[in-house]
């Protein structure tokens, strides 16, 4: 298991807001049953390093067309195998060193 | 305002986990009393971007010390200027555009 | 034709230098045939996205083992469809523009 | 002194070409006198963090106007306190690990 952060971005859409491509990302993402959460500024999914990263290239070929020729996505890529990695335990381990 | 997504990452730490450091960052960010989110790959802060900055610096620094000789740090800047933005604000459309 | 460039970083090393495993990951990128150029930050790949997606997750891979329990791996796919996007095209677009 | 990877990607700019505003980054980042290499997909700056972090933040600036309301910058910092980081150390440091 992985965790991934992935931002799509359109190049020369005409205009500033995105949120229709990255609303439309999220419809493809949900086709593929993955637990994602959407922050501010990216989309964190949780699941086996393929089937993520499949499912990041299916976002990022959404999102040609209707006037888009360009598309730059970012990725970070979080693997471990010493121990499980998910979205809910990053977190908790990081609540816990704080005492939260 | 701009909104910034950040990770800090130590590299040579001899364990493979991290949440203690990112723990530690986050106290740092605190005290700046800008607003953030943290997400299970980044934390997202939202303020004027030169005081936004000014603390990606601070957590980047505080992060050396204690066998800790490197420290790779990403950061995304995501700055509009014909509307306000903010985390809420980002998320918000993206909602509404997905009908949520 | 992508270009797409990527940085993979191994957690926990133990070390700060980590240039035995990008010399690692290159031995690897170099056995997939595909055009490339390392610069001191990451190294860019050009070619078909899903041959190059395929070789960046060798990469990655290979990282593993040895110690390395966590690879944390960044990635950012610059992909065009309305013209054939190249690393070579791309650096003669900006020499161009600024008359060098 | 750090390694510094940027990027800038205006976005809303009604074309697909992006080079002229990397060109118009560079000519501001030149005027800084920072030792810089562009390579396909982002600039790689060495040298002072606080004034590396300046000179990111002018090319960032830079980019807004004639059109453009909204500007992504993504920057990976890489900075390490035991030896001299330098962008040509770095490199050498792979190619005397391939034995090239």
């Not at 298991?1 to 190049?11: G, K, L, S």
């Not at 990022?60 to 335990?89: N, P, Q």
């Amino acid at each position: 298991m992985a965790v991934v952060q992935v931002t799509v971005v359109p190049v020369g859409s005409s205009k500033a807001s995105i949120s229709e491509h990255v609303a439309h990302c999220l419809d493809v993402l949900e086709g593929t049953g993955l637990k994602y959460q959407l922050n501010p500024m990216s989309t964190v999914i949780e699941g086996d390093l393929r089937e993520v990263m499949e499912a990041i290239a299916k976002m990022h070929e959404s999102t040609f067309g209707e006037g888009i020729d360009r598309v730059i996505t970012a990725v970070a890529i979080d693997d471990r195998r010493d121990k499980e990695l998910t979205m809910d335990g990053k977190l908790a381990a990081v609540r816990e060193r704080r005492g939260k």
